[in-house]
């Protein structure tokens, strides 16, 4: 059975830090795409960021140079570090895992980013 776990969201201030975490089980981890998405209320989902299985990253243009994605094969994790946050990152981040035909997601975590 395919599961992904995030962890590590909450309420930070405006220019705060907080880390995602992502763990998958009942996949071989290696394989696939790890990405980063989030949705705030109102909005469509967005693409945040992604790490291929070579560790090519990519960023959406409003994260570039705040936000890291990064993992850990021999954990099956992936994370998302996310500095100097703003107001407008608030959203329910969920981690994916694409490879061939297999795209599974996980529950999500909250992100509030508030004064």
């Known amino acids: 059975q395919v599961q992904l776990v995030e962890s590590g969201g909450g309420l930070v201030q405006p220019g705060g830090s907080l880390r995602l975490s992502c763990t998958a089980s009942?996949?071989?981890?290696?394989?696939?795409?790890m990405s980063w998405y989030r949705q705030a209320p109102g909005k469509q989902r967005e693409l945040v960021a992604s790490i291929t299985t070579g560790d090519s990253t990519d960023y959406t243009d409003s994260v570039k140079g705040r936000f890291t994605i990064s993992r850990d094969n021999a954990k099956n994790a992936v994370f998302l570090q996310m500095n100097s946050l703003k107001p407008e990152d608030t959203a329910v981040y969920s981690c994916?895992?694409?490879?061939?035909?297999?795209?599974?997601w996980g529950q999500g975590t909250q992100v509030t980013v508030s004064s």
């Open positions: 009942g996949i071989t981890f290696r394989l696939y795409t």
């Open positions: 994916n895992a694409k490879f061939r035909l297999v795209d599974r």
